[in-house]
C-alpha cells in the first residue's frame, strides 16, 4: 500500500509517503530562501517521495517565530516560493507550502513587536515572553494574512498549501484552554478563529486547489487541549473540502499524553474522521515496517520525518528492501545528506535529538 498512488481531491500522489514539514533555520535574514534549501528539497524529491513539505512559512511579520525562518508575508517572496515550488516538483514530487504563525512562540527580537496570542498568557516553557491579546483587528489581519499567503502559493505553482495549526502555534492557541482565556465569541467558541483561517484559505485558493490542516491531539498543560476539543475540531475540518488532515505526535503508535484513553491516537483520530478526509500519519517512522504499521492503524499517508534528513532517499531505499541510513554521518553531513548549514548547526547543538555514527563507534570500542 505503502508505494500505490493515493488522490488528495485534485492531486494525485505517486505514492504515500510525505517528507514532513521541518524547519531548515536556514533562510536570509529577510525571510529569503536559501540556494542550500532548495537543494534540500529538490534531493529529498527526487528520493521518491511522493509529497514534499517545506518548513513552516511565516504568513505574517508577527509570526516570525525562528532564526532562519522563511517568508510568504509578502509579494517581494514570490521568487523564493517560486524557486521552493521548482525544486520540488523538477525532483518528481508534489510541492506543498506549509503557511504557519509562532503566536505568542515568538520573540520580539524576530517578529519586531510583542507576541500576538488569544490571550495575554505566556507559554510554560524557559524564558517565554509574555504576549499581548490580539484585538478584533489583529484577529482579522491574521486571517487575512493566511488567506493571502495561500493564493501566493498558488500563483507561485505549488501544488498545496497546508495551514499549521499545531506545535503550540498561533491557531492552536486558540483552540487550547490554556492559552484562550478570552470571554467574547473567540474564546466562547475556541474554535471559531482556526475554522474562519481554514475557510478564508479555502474561499482564496477555489475548490480545486488541495487544502491540508495540521494539528495537534492533546497539550501536556492543564488546562490543555484533551480528547473532547480534537473531536470536535476534527468533526468541524470534516464538514470542509480539505485534501487532508495532519497529527502531530512523537510515536505514531502511541496513546493519549495524559492518560486519558489507551488506545493509539492515531487509530482514535481515523475513526472520528470516518472516512471523510485522509488522514496523514506521523511519529518516529524509520523503517519500511513503521510505515506500513502506521497505515494499519487507519491513515491514509504517512509523513517521514527525521529518517528524511539521515536518508535523502528513504523511498528508493525501502523499495529495493534497503536500510534507509538513520545516524548522522561522523564527518560531512551538510555534502553527504544535502543539508543546509542552519540546521546542521541546529542538530549540532541539540545532543541526543539525532543519533551520530559516533555514537555507534563508541558503544563498538
Known sequence: MIFSPVTLRSLTLKNRLVVAPMTTYSSHPDGQIRDS?????????????????????????SGHAFRGQWACSGEEFMPSLRAASGAIQSGGSAAVLQIHHGGRACSAALSGEQPWSASAIPSERPNAETPRAMTETDIQTAIDAYASAALRAKRARFDGVEIHGANTYLLQQFVSPHSNRRNDAWGQDRLKFPLAVVDAVLAAV???????????????????????????????????????????????????????????????VHRALGGRVPLIGVGQIQTLDDAERCLQLGCELVAIGRAAITEPEWPMVALAGGQPRLKMPRQDAESKLTLPAGLVERIAGAPGWFETEEDEVAASS
Not at 231 to 253: N, T
Open 37 to 61: 534549501e532548495l537543494e534540500y528539497l529538490h534531493r529529498r524529491a527526487k528520493g521518491g517521495f511522493g509529497m514534499v513539505m517545506t518548513a513552516a512559512c511565516y504568513v505574517h511579520k
Open 206 to 268: 477555489g475548490p480545486d486547489f488541495p487544502v491540508g490542516y495540521r494539528f495537534s491531539p492533546e497539550e501536556m498543560e492543564t488546562p490543555g487541549i484533551r480528547w473532547p476539543d480534537t473531536a470536535a475540531l476534527l468533526e468541524s475540518l470534516a464538514q470542509r473540502p480539505l485534501a487532508w488532515v495532519h497529527i502531530s505526535l512523537g510515536k505514531f503508535d502511541q496513546s493519549s499524553l495524559v492518560g486519558d484513553y489507551d488506545d493509539p491516537t492515531l487509530a482514535r
